[in-house]
């Protein structure tokens, strides 16, 4: 897991670690260019010899606004028929964690976690009314919004189908946890780890009666 900033470097983006002084060669130049000039997490496997990180996934990091936070709202957007199994399945998730505390205005938050099965358009704060596009219950989103401005500071989601609203709920706020707290304990640093690393089939055994 390598910390930094996505820059443009002559022909090609590598992660700028200032932190360390130190910048890394990317071996996969489409996936960075998305997040070029953001603050991100790579997670890969780096060959020290070239300084180059073989990219399995990169994800931004998440800003201090997010990690200094105490309080969240809980809102179900969009949220017809099955999604609304959402706000539920979220409360009980966020319940079992008490990293925050819970408050029932979203104007009174520090964040709001925004559920929804239609993907966000960062017009929380602009918006007239609760989302009218129309829904077809098949991916939940979530995504963390700033109820000042409504910036998404983190998003992800799930398709999962309209059955499995719940599980795929908890599952995106296990998965906010795990970067959240990556830095503060190992376990959720392992976890985040392999969330995101490409699985790699073990190298295949050589039969000896085969030869070479």
Not at 38 to 57: E, F, H, M, N, P
Not at 62 to 89: F, H, N, S
Not at 108 to 127: E, H, M, Q
Request: one cysteine or more; glycine letters at 6%; aromatic letters at 8%.
């Amino acid at each position: 897991m390598f910390k930094g900033q996505i820059v443009r470097d002559q022909q090609a983006y590598v992660l700028s670690d200032p932190a360390h002084n130190v910048v890394y060669h990317l071996d996969n130049q489409k996936m960075p260019k998305a997040f070029a000039a953001q603050d991100v997490v790579v997670v890969g496997v780096l060959d020290r010899a070239s300084g180059t990180i073989k990219v399995d996934d990169i994800v931004r990091d998440l800003p201090a606004k997010v990690r200094e936070a105490k309080t969240a709202a809980i809102v179900c957007d969009a949220c017809p028929r099955g999604a609304a199994k959402a706000r539920k399945a979220a409360l009980g998730q966020m319940l079992d964690w008490s990293r925050f505390t819970l408050v029932s205005d979203p104007q009174k938050a520090d964040l709001v976690f925004l559920f929804s099965a239609n993907p966000y358009l960062g017009d929380y704060v602009t918006r007239d009314g609760p989302d009218k596009r129309p829904v077809a219950v098949d991916i939940t989103y979530m995504n963390v919004i700033d109820p000042r401005t409504g910036a998404n500071l983190w998003g992800d989601y799930r398709q999962a189908g309209a059955w499995f609203v719940s599980s795929a709920t908890r599952d995106l706020i296990v998965g906010f946890r795990e970067q959240l707290e990556m830095d503060e304990n190992p376990v959720e640093e392992q976890a985040f780890v392999e969330r995101h690393l490409v699985p790699r089939r073990p190298p295949t055994a050589v039969d000896p009666s085969q030869g070479k």
